[in-house]
């Protein structure tokens, strides 16, 4: 399917999940994504074509709660237009270019469930972390190749839900790990390098 079969694929009212590959998803092409209301996820794999106004073709959506976008061209300013998404339960975001400052768009999201940020061209620290703390719904949290240490580790105390946490290629130590997992006992913190088959193509 190419990108202009979007056109088409908008006549099915009742579609409530849509898989997209590469070239498959434009900026262009999202725009008939405006018109499927019924829509609850949608996955865009490497979507290098897809930018920040690509994304704010979703914010319409009101029944969409699961979002993967990787290998993209976004940037903070397509986690501004997911604040207006309160439904989101998933947004698996690998791959693309995220800094401290775009992680207080996600602070509305009290819905999120799921939340995976790394593995890209990211400057996320340990102040990003900080936003995050009101998101306590969260059971897993991908933070892949950011930039925090042992020290922002402190702003996930609160996410008594969390149950997974990838912190492969940062620079946390095994310490720090350490005192996290005592806080929250049913936590299991991953450090490990990420595999070929990081994005199972389900949820």
């Known amino acids: 399917m190419t990108s202009e079969a979007l056109y088409y694929a908008r006549k099915f009212a ?3 999940s849509l898989l997209l590959s590469g070239k498959q998803t434009t900026d262009d092409g999202l725009k008939n994504v405006r018109e499927m209301n019924r829509l609850e996820r949608i996955y865009m794999w490497d979507a290098n074509l897809v930018t920040d106004d690509g994304v704010s073709h979703l914010v319409t ?3 969409l709660k699961f979002i993967l976008l990787s290998n ?3 940037t903070d300013k397509a986690l501004e237009s997911f604040k207006d998404m309160p439904q989101l339960e998933t947004l698996y975001l690998q791959g693309n270019r995220f800094t ?3 992680m207080q768009h996600l602070k509305p999201l009290t819905n999120l469930r799921h939340l995976s940020l790394g593995l890209g061209d990211t400057q996320i620290t340990d102040d990003g972390l900080a936003h995050l703390n009101e998101l306590t719904k969260l059971e ?3 933070l892949q190749h950011t930039h925090v240490i042992d020290k922002g580790l402190r702003h996930l105390v609160g996410l008594t839900r ?3 946490l990838d912190l492969a290629g940062t620079a946390v130590t095994s310490a ?3 005192s996290l997992e005592n806080k929250l006992p049913n936590l299991e913190i991953s450090h490990d390098l990420p595999s070929e088959n990081e994005f199972n193509r389900s949820e």
């Open 176 to 178: 720090g790990m350490g």
């Open 140 to 142: 897993s949290l991908g």
């Open 14 to 16: 009742h579609l409530k």
């Open 72 to 74: 993209s061209k976004i």
């Open 61 to 63: 959506l009101p029944n």
């Open 100 to 102: 401290d400052h775009g």
């Open 162 to 164: 969390l149950q997974i």
